[in-house]
């Protein structure tokens, strides 16, 4: 236990598994005594970096932060620095040779270890270095400081059986371990007594889940059994495989109400040729005939997507193949990648690197295609009456006064006019679309009903109390309060 208080700030980058140990970090650091930084604090007497391996260019954004608090460590005596994470199990003793003011250095499968290994290094006065090369326990049965009230992630496995060309993630996270359903059941009941309204069912390759306890429709009974918890209202997954995408969880999807009309499906490239390349077990006939029934089972879902443009290998009848695909599955939103190589992949030693400038103009070509989808799909919501669960962390900063964002049910944002009766993070608010930009919708005009619930005032609990103050955790994804809608990009976590 620390001696005196001590203040504590988390910066999180990467996918939504990183977010969901962040959260466990924060909760374990607060659970040794230590509290969270003001928000906007320029630094803490602990600051912890939660690495990603899969974006390009990590090692030299995680040495660039590291060098900038060099000048605050040498003013702030007892000032300790950890990195953990994908990086961190990547890169090992790597980390603290290159930036020996590091304190603490650990892997994926320690996050519990963190507080002990903060005070060792305090005592012992010399870097400590651990990393585990596999799991012991489910990081979920650790503390944890949630950033929201009213929405939470709740992981269903950890570690991915897929050996993927251009990911990492297998040989940093692990295989696939599931946990039992009824410990994901009984965390996403209290997360529920305590007011939260949204969960997301999170895994690297969150349906295939399951083949680690022996039963292939673990995920849709998973899906239905969560449509029995009173007072959860939405459910969402991510993100799921279509190798493992199977008629009885469309089913489950369909037919289980608290199940959102929404699937963020990653496609990675529409060339079976290239699709072979990257080992994606699936082709261009098996995703667009799942992304069929999905219409066919909840007409209006939104599908969102991956994509991964210059693959090594790729070619321009490739690539006409994956405009193809977006032309046909017509995704509400598409999150658009260059391939860059990353070290330790399969991919990064391939024949066939595609030019720069080639994948640049792909990229262009693919993007503006996806943009001219995304708002006519957008175009089609006019008019609709939707009910969006209020966020916090996503209105827009020109007009905060006046307007409020949220959530529709499909997980499309929606700004609407503020309303004159009270409204807080976590309510329900029922809006009509009057406008569709491609990336969000408006709703101006009168607010068709308010509906307060147990998670608005849930964040009225928090926000009241001094010390649940929304701080300490620095996430490097959009939606700051919430969890993030979409994850980050192809290419490895949570994503599949």
Request: with cysteine; aromatic share 6%.
């Amino acid at each position: 236990m620390p001696e005196v208080t001590r203040t504590y700030q988390v910066r999180t980058f990467g996918c939504q598994m990183n977010v969901h140990d962040s959260e466990r970090m924060a909760g374990l650091l607060e659970a040794a005594g230590y509290v969270a930084a003001e928000p906007g604090a320029d630094a803490a007497d602990i600051v912890v970096f939660n690495t990603c391996a899969v974006r390009e260019n990590a090692d030299n954004r995680l040495y660039g932060n590291l060098g900038q608090l060099v000048p605050k460590k040498n003013a702030r005596p007892g000032m300790q620095i950890a990195v953990g994470g994908c990086l961190a199990q990547k890169d090992r003793d790597t980390i603290v040779r290159r930036a020996p003011w590091v304190d603490v250095v650990f892997g994926t499968h320690n996050v519990g270890s963190l507080p002990v290994l903060l005070e060792r290094a305090r005592i012992e006065r010399e870097a400590q270095v651990e990393i585990a090369e596999s799991l012991e326990a489910f990081p979920s049965t650790l503390p944890t400081r949630r950033e929201s009230a009213y929405a939470a992630w709740v992981a269903v496995s950890v570690g991915c059986n897929n050996t993927c060309t251009f990911c990492i993630v297998p040989a940093l996270r692990g295989k696939e371990k599931d946990r039992r359903p009824g410990d994901i059941l009984a965390e996403i009941e209290t997360l529920v007594a305590e007011g939260v309204s949204e969960i997301t069912l999170l895994g690297q390759n969150v349906n295939a889940y399951g083949s680690d306890i022996g039963d292939r429709e673990a995920f849709s009974k998973l899906l239905r059994a969560c449509g029995g918890i009173a007072g959860l209202e939405r459910v969402r997954f991510t993100s799921p495989h279509p190798r493992d995408f199977t008629d009885d969880v469309i089913e489950a999807m369909a037919g289980t109400p608290n199940v959102m009309p929404q699937l963020h499906m990653p496609l990675q490239s529409g060339s079976s040729r290239v699709l072979r390349a990257m080992r994606r077990s699936y082709r261009q006939e098996r995703y667009l005939g799942i992304i069929e029934k999905v219409r066919a089972a909840i007409p209006d879902a939104a599908i969102t997507t991956d994509i991964i443009v210059g693959f090594p290998g790729e070619t321009e009848e490739d690539f006409e193949e994956t405009l193809h695909v977006v032309r046909e599955a017509r995704f509400a939103q598409a999150f658009t990648f260059q391939y860059s190589k990353r070290p330790g992949t399969p991919a990064a030693e391939m024949a066939g690197q595609i030019p720069k400038e080639v994948v640049q103009a792909r990229y262009e070509r693919l993007v503006a295609l996806q943009d001219e989808i995304s708002w006519a799909e957008n175009r089609s919501q006019v008019g609709r009456t939707v009910e969006v669960l209020v966020a916090e962390g996503e209105g827009r900063k020109d007009d905060a006064t006046r307007r409020l964002s949220g959530r529709a049910p499909d997980n499309r944002l929606v700004h609407f006019t503020r309303p004159t009766e009270p409204v807080r993070p976590g309510d329900m608010a029922t809006v009509e679309i009057t406008y569709a930009a491609p990336h969000h919708l408006l709703a101006e005009g009168e607010v068709k009903a308010v509906r307060r619930t147990r998670s608005g005032d849930a964040w009225e609990r928090r926000t009241a109390a001094p010390a649940a103050g929304p701080a300490g955790v620095m996430l490097g994804l959009p939606g700051v309060g919430v969890p993030a809608p979409l994850p980050e990009p192809a290419g490895g976590c949570a994503v599949s």
